[in-house]
Structure formats: C-alpha cells, structure tokens
T-cell receptor, first 114, second 109 residues
C-alpha cells in the first residue's frame, strides 16, 4: 500500500531533550516536506527536500533540522525542544511537486514539550 | 499579511443544503491551487485541483478568479460526511505550497 509513515503518533517530552520524528514513504517520491499545524495558523512549512541530499528551509525552520540521506526517509530533528514547538506535525511527499502532483501526508505527530 | 486567507467559519448547514466559501491569495504569481480536506486533526487529503476554467467533481465545484485573486469551493446537496475542515492551498514556485488556516463546515441532520 502506498503510504507515508510517520512515527511516533504522540510524543510528550521535556525542554531540551533531543528528539527525532521519523518519516518514510514507499512511493519513490522525490519531494518531501515537514509542516507544523497550529490553531488559526494553518499548516506552515518547516523544511522541504527536492531529492536525496537536497534540502531547504521553509517558513519556520528555526529550532529544527532535517536530513535526506535516502530517498524514502526524511527525519525531523529537534536538537533542543522548547514549549513553543508544541504542535501537530505532518510529513508529506509528492512525486514532483512542480508538476502539481498531489501531496500524500503522514498521519501526524502530536508533540507536547513541557 | 498571510499568503492564503480563509473565512474560518464554522458554516453550519442542514443536510441537502448548498454551501460555498472563498479563499483569497496575496501573491499574484501563484501558479496553481488546490482544495484539501482535513478531518479533525487527521492528515489532509486532496479534494480537488482548481483549474482556470473551473473544476467540478460530483457535488463539488471549484472556481478560480485570478483578477480578484480568490478561489471558491461550492458543495451541493451536503451530506453529513462532508463535515470537515477545507484547506485552500496555493502553489508558489516549484517547491512551495502555502496553506490557508481552513474553513470548517458542519452538516447537521
């Protein structure tokens, strides 16, 4: 089944404790992206990747890191989480966004930083 | 100013009613547009793309007005299952999508 798998689904952590949210897609998509969703603000892009080893900042990259060592995986790393990073996070992928291929989303990760 | 703005609603409508709402975008260079549907903090799913000539898919009709920089979505014969948040999305450049905050629709029996 074609899908984007995101883990964990829920995560509660404390300020400063490094964490990684994993994202994997099995559709051989070139484009992958991370979003955070906060009430009243919609989805805001954190980072995106056009292909292996090619990443770029989105609108809200501060406090986050990503890597794209393999085509299928695009982990989101919070080196030192802070309470303002409490949010609902979505990973998404697309074959080629520039050709208006649709985005496939993971199920989301609800992160709470205490 | 947000790149994509939507009336948050909620729009509360009875089953069978028609509901329509708009979304405005600020960047006239936006290349293409979409409506995604999101159920209660689950993952968004593509509802339809919006073509310059308008687009219809069953009970759903989307239209684009480039002169006034807005996109509309109309739902005819509303079903209970149409209750969701509808996200307006604009593609700006090859790798950037801007999402609106969503319009909530609640269809009541």
């Amino acid at each position: 089944e074609a899908q984007v798998t995101q883990n964990p689904r829920y995560l509660i952590t404390v300020t400063g404790k490094k964490l990684t949210v994993t994202c994997s897609q099995n559709m051989n998509h070139e484009y992958m992206s991370w979003y955070r969703q906060d009430p009243g603000l919609g989805l805001r892009q954190i980072y995106y990747s056009m292909n292996v080893e090619v990443t770029d900042k989105g609108d809200v990259p501060e406090g986050y890191k990503v890597s794209r060592k393999e085509k299928r995986n695009f982990p989101l790393i919070l080196e030192s989480p802070s309470p303002n990073q409490t949010s609902l996070y979505f990973c998404a992928s697309s074959l080629r966004l520039a050709l208006d291929e649709k985005l496939f989303f993971g199920s989301g990760t609800q992160l709470s930083v205490l | 100013r947000k790149e994509v703005e939507q009336d948050p609603g909620p729009f509360n409508v009875p089953e069978g009613a028609t509901v329509a709402f708009n979304c405005t975008y600020s960047n006239s260079a936006s290349q293409s547009f979409f409506w995604y549907r999101q159920d209660c903090r689950k993952e968004p799913k593509l509802l339809m793309s919006v073509y310059s000539s308008g687009n219809e898919d069953g009970r759903f009709t989307a239209q684009l007005n480039r002169a006034s920089q807005y996109i509309s979505l109309l739902i005819r014969d509303s079903k209970l299952s149409d209750s969701a948040t509808y996200l307006c999305v604009a593609r700006m450049g090859d790798y950037k999508l801007s999402f609106g905050a969503g319009t909530t629709v609640t269809v009541r029996a």
